[in-house]
């Protein structure tokens, strides 16, 4: 593992990761969705335009130069925000700190109150600014609770400024060979993320695995939740934090941008994180299914090299990760 020091004095920390063969993955990852889904296939396939719908990314690809980033975190949030970190991050700057200028960035995190106007969920879509091409395409979309009734209003994400936390995927945005997960009819009592991520700790222990990707969710609603303005009062408890967050049954189909990791090398990540968002003004944070024996997830995702841990918050706690 090494340290560094960034352009903005935000210190990063980077861990390489174990990176098993594809066979190999697609094996461990069949053989564990079994167990929890009725009907899985599981395989190796070179990767399709992923700008096209349902998808709808930022770039053709997931592939090349595969990496994850784990950045701020929850105790920046909870028990009481941190105004310092809002707004705080810049897409373009975590590229570079993650020694890949240009990069094309997925995943989960907080968007700028500033930005908004109000705290909310992020969905990052994003090819970065590199030194010799300065055009980006940022396909982000935030979320945020109506002032009005309450509801969720999913809007286009302009900017590339971001606060508190984010769990990101970085790659060269190119084609390439990646893992096609299909998965219907939920046997088991976990969401499909966490059946992945359990199965990959089952059989590598402490060699941490990581993967990025995106899968839809069809044929059921999901759970999701929005985080309204910040609390004035401080989140001590799981329970205070669920009391507080706005939770949605959404229908779908629903786009999801994930990232999760089989072990934690001691560098207090956030294992898992999914953000969804939609062509139906619908978008947020995955939690689960509702319709176990109706839902189908497909996705594309590929394992990473490294992790770059960027600005770890001091103080740190177990409260609000799911
Ligand atoms: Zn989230």
């Known amino acids: 593992m090494t340290s560094s020091t960034s352009k903005q004095t935000v210190p990063v920390q980077k861990a390489l990761l174990h990176v098993p063969p594809l066979e190999e993955l697609k094996d461990v990852l069949q053989k564990t969705l079994s167990v929890n889904f009725s009907s899985v296939d599981v395989s190796l396939v070179d990767c399709p335009d992923l700008t096209a719908k349902p998808w709808s990314l930022a770039a053709s690809g997931i592939c090349g130069s595969s990496r994850l980033a784990d950045v701020g975190g929850v105790p920046n949030l909870v028990p009481l925000v941190d ?42 879509n994003v090819k970065t600014a590199s030194v010799t091409d300065t055009g980006h395409n940022n396909r982000t979309k935030y979320a945020k609770v109506s002032e009005e009734d309450g509801s969720c209003i999913l809007k286009e994400y302009n900017s590339k400024e971001f606060s508190l936390l984010a769990n990101l995927h970085l790659s060269e945005g190119r084609p390439g060979k990646v893992l096609k997960v299909d998965a219907s009819c939920r046997t088991g009592s976990d969401n499909f993320v966490k059946v992945m991520r359990e199965g990959l700790t089952h059989h590598y222990g402490t ?27 401080p989140l001590d408890t799981d329970d205070d934090v669920a009391q507080w967050l706005r939770f949605y049954d959404m229908d779908p189909p629903l786009t999801c941008l994930s990232v999760f990791i089989s072990h ?59």
């Open 207 to 233: 060699k941490p695995v990581g993967i990025g990707g995106v899968f839809v969710i069809q044929n059921s609603k999901a759970r999701v939740h929005v985080m309204p303005k910040f609390s004035e009062k």
């Open 264 to 322: 934690d090398p001691g560098l207090d990540l956030r294992v898992e994180h999914t953000h969804c968002f939609s062509d139906h003004g619908k978008g947020g944070h995955y939690h689960y299914d509702i319709f176990d024996s109706q839902v189908h997830y497909t996705g594309y995702f590929t394992p990473a090299e490294f992790m770059f841990r960027i600005d770890q918050p001091a103080v740190t706690h177990t409260i609000g990760r799911d």
């Open 83 to 124: 105004r310092e970190k809002i707004p705080f991050f810049d897409f373009d700057d975590i590229a570079r700190q993650c020694e890949l200028p240009g990069a094309f960035i997925i995943g989960a995190g907080a968007g700028s109150s500033r930005f908004v106007g109000v705290n909310c969920e992020l969905m990052p």
